[in-house]
């Protein structure tokens, strides 16, 4: 049997970075240390950029700005479900230590706001596979909230100039579920 080399060897460890991450609903209540997600975004910001144009901007929450968020989330889910499902998801959103919301810069041109946006998708990714590496697990949502003008004006984003790609919870993991992916041969096609 032949031995793996050094240079294989650290690429299978980072493919079991990449195959290990996973999504996390269930975070301990250990809090992360700033300088760690520092770190992150300073890892986040080299995501591939046409023109470099780095049309990210990323905004940390603390924990006036969490509250309002988790006030905000009441009330939209409290107009659609109602008052039960709405105290669930404050319930839920309150559990999740860390958050961090990442922006993207607007553009009236088509093609650049589609590189931009695809660019701060890969800067999260980046971010969440820092983290993963770190041993502090995430969870990247874009559901309504995070469509709302009012989180915008929470935050401080000026609706105008840019739009949330992602709002990212962030923690250690207190559960890490499985999952499993498809094959090769069903997602990849050799072309002539």
């Excluded at 760690?36 to 700005?65: R, S």
């Excluded at 009236?108 to 999260?124: G, K, P, V």
């Excluded at 003008?149 to 984003?157: D, N, R, S, V």
């Amino acid at each position: 049997m032949k031995e793996e080399t050094n240079f294989e060897l650290k690429l299978r460890e980072f493919a079991k970075v990449l195959n290990g991450r996973r999504t996390i609903e269930i975070f301990s209540q250990k809090s992360v240390p700033k300088s760690l997600i520092d770190e992150a975004i300073k890892v986040a910001i080299w995501a591939p950029n046409h023109h470099v144009t780095e049309p990210w901007h990323f905004y940390n929450l603390g924990k006036v700005t969490k509250e309002k968020c988790l006030d905000l989330c009441y009330e939209i889910v409290n107009k659609k479900k109602g008052k039960k499902a709405a105290d669930f998801k404050r319930q839920s959103w309150s559990e999740k230590p860390g958050w961090l919301v990442v922006t993207c810069k607007k553009s009236t041109n088509e093609l650049l706001q589609l590189e931009d946006y695809a660019a701060c998708c890969s800067a999260i990714q980046n971010l969440i596979l820092y983290l993963w590496k770190a041993g502090i697990g995430s969870k990247w949502t874009s559901g309504a909230i995070t469509r709302d003008p009012e989180l915008h004006k929470i935050i401080g984003i000026d609706f105008e100039e840019e739009f949330i790609v992602g709002l990212i919870w962030y923690g250690y993991p207190k559960i890490i579920p499985t999952q499993s992916r498809k094959k090769l041969i069903d997602v990849m096609s050799n072309c002539p």
